[in-house]
């Protein structure tokens, strides 16, 4: 079964930075595209950035676009998401996510129905 750990998470403020990790295990990880997904109290649940399975293309949420990072060392299996600049609306629990099927999603687009493998999240927290 694939296991994924998130850490890293954490409370800052405003224009702070924080750089998330996610372990995995029991997977193909460098034959699967990965991603970040958010979901909070106050916003509907949203991907934040993918990195497709070739490990090169990546994806950004607009909101995002110049303040985070996706990439991954596949030595380790570990994928990773520096974020910067970090505002109160990124305030969120982010789950590392894997695609569901072998050499897809992160196509031009990030759809959260095209992932599973869910971690248990980690809580990031941007005061104002």
């Known amino acids: 079964q694939v296991q994924v750990v998130e850490s890293g998470g954490g409370l800052v403020q405003v224009g702070g930075s924080l750089r998330l990790s996610c372990t995995v295990s029991?997977?193909?990880?460098?034959?699967?595209?990965m991603g970040w997904i958010r979901q909070s109290t106050t916003k509907e649940r949203e991907g934040v950035s993918c990195l497709r399975w070739n490990g090169i293309n990546t994806y950004y949420r607009d909101s995002v676009k110049g303040r985070f990072t996706i990439s991954r060392a596949s030595a380790k299996n570990t994928l990773y998401l520096q974020m910067t600049n970090l505002k109160p609306e990124d305030t969120a629990t982010y789950f590392c996510v894997i695609a569901k099927r072998l050499h897809s999603a992160c196509v031009g687009e990030f759809r959260p129905e095209d992932y599973d493998s869910w971690g248990q999240g980690t809580q990031v927290t941007v005061s104002s």
């Open positions: 029991g997977s193909r990880f460098g034959d699967y595209s």
